[in-house]
């Protein structure tokens, strides 16, 4: 697949959507396809802080997990590589705007029930919960942020891991070659 895309050596490709829709598997496959490393933002931030992100967002509770967050994508720079963020990026447009400079930013959209079946309680997985919102509230609140910020959206939970890498491998193709 990678020979078929031209992509400028100066981007990157990042991935944005809620906890479940496929970041993690996909940012690999993708990079890849396009011959690039992958970088996973919580990674980075559970480097820095020596923990999981669960371990982190306990001691450092939500407002703090966001802002350690938006610090580390706001601060990543990197050319020819597929970024992987966490799903509560949505929540800076500090972050976000750092994304967008650094190329295109692909939204990985789940439908609601599975969102719901693929994380069940969320625990265990550093979920940032807004006060008062459930997880079908959390969902409902992020949407349109991932939407503002997209320049393409793939509904990850209708194709395979493969068909959605070539999706995006088209659409890089349509939009760089």
């Given amino acids: 697949m990678s020979t078929a895309v031209h992509i400028p050596e100066t981007i990157c490709v990042s991935l944005i959507g809620m906890a479940g829709a496929g970041k993690s598997t996909l940012a690999p496959l993708l990079a890849h396809a396009l011959g690039w490393p992958h970088m996973d933002t919580d990674q980075l931030v559970e480097a820095y802080m020596g923990g999981s992100l669960q371990e982190i967002y306990d001691a450092a509770g939500s407002e703090d997990f966001l802002a350690l967050e938006e610090r580390t994508v706001a601060s990543v720079a990197a050319s020819r590589m597929v970024l992987s963020t966490g799903g509560s990026v949505a929540y800076s447009p500090r972050a976000m ?43 409902a609140e992020r949407q349109p942020l991932y939407a503002q910020a997209a320049d393409f959206v793939v509904d990850t939970d209708l194709h395979s891991p493969e068909e959605c890498v070539r999706t995006v491998m088209d659409w890089l193709a349509a939009h760089y070659s």
């Fill in 97 to 139: 705007a750092r994304l967008r400079l650094l190329g295109p930013v692909i939204w990985l959209r789940i439908s609601l029930p599975t969102f719901l079946a693929r994380v069940g309680k969320a625990d265990n997985r550093g979920f940032v919960r807004r006060a008062g919102l459930d997880l079908a509230g959390i969902y």
